[in-house]
């Protein structure tokens, strides 16, 4: 089948608009699970009245895994914001509420973050079997909530539609757990671009919620040892080892 030209490129995958709609092709060197798992979450999210893709089908492609999903036309806001920084602080209070919503749903019935986050630590080959102990003992130490959490929310998974609804895309990393944790995650995204934005978000984020900084910060070396994980080539191990040697020194 040919789908034309990608509109997006992934770690994981290549994105096709086609026949006005998303079609989801995943690399080949993935589990045969892995459109099932994702396509369940976006599902999930959907179910629970959140505004996400619908997902259409879940398929393969010239034999390739695919999720086949509904199109929404519009700009990611991470684009208009970088067109107009003079609009962040609008921009971040609009994600915010929508990622409160996220928080709200309970999450019973998808993959604990607790799992997800070990798992990304014991693979590492960044981290030192010292390190790795102690960031899995920390994470033991850890009282969890059943939430939604989106696991890589950012302006750039939100699309601004004409008729200015945003909608929440990329639920691959999605869990049930600790919205700090959630929370930590997107501040992290933020602060490897833009340390002054991270900043603007958590002071926001704490405002409307009431939370703590310190009750974020706790999460701070885990996230960042499983982030090691992910390898992305944007993200400098560096940083996320001296986030982990400053709350967790051997």
């Not at 490897?192 to 706790?218: C, H, N, P």
Request: glycine share 4%; proline share 2%; charged share 25%.
């Amino acid at each position: 089948m040919n789908l034309g030209t990608p509109i997006a490129i992934g770690n994981t995958a290549k994105i096709y608009l086609y026949e006005g709609k998303i079609v989801k092709v995943f690399n080949d060197y993935l589990p045969l699970t892995e459109s099932l798992y994702e396509a369940n979450k976006q599902s999930f999210a959907y179910l629970h009245g959140l505004n996400v893709p619908k997902v259409l089908d879940v398929t393969e492609i010239d034999g390739k895994q695919a999720i086949i999903m509904e199109y929404i036309k519009g700009r990611t806001m991470g684009e208009i914001l970088s067109e107009n920084m003079d609009q962040a602080e609008h921009f971040i209070n609009i994600s915010i509420d929508i990622q409160q919503k996220i928080h709200m749903v309970v999450a019973d019935s998808l993959e604990p973050m607790f799992e997800k986050l070990r798992r990304k630590i014991e693979i590492t080959t960044n981290l030192e079997e010292r390190h790795k102990s102690l960031l899995i003992q920390k994470l033991n130490s850890m009282t969890f909530d059943n939430k939604l959490c989106h696991g890589d929310f950012h302006l750039f998974n939100l699309i601004i539609s004409d008729n200015g609804k945003a909608t929440i895309i990329d639920w691959v990393d999605s869990s049930a757990g600790d919205i700090r944790a959630d929370i930590y995650r997107t501040y992290l995204l933020y602060s490897q671009f833009s340390v002054e934005l991270a900043e603007m978000y958590l002071r926001l984020y704490l405002e409307k919620s009431g939370l703590s900084k310190e009750e974020i910060f706790q999460w701070a070396p885990i996230i960042a040892g499983a982030r090691l994980s992910e390898n992305v080539s944007s993200e400098k191990s560096e940083r996320l080892m001296d986030i982990i040697n400053h709350y967790c020194p051997l």
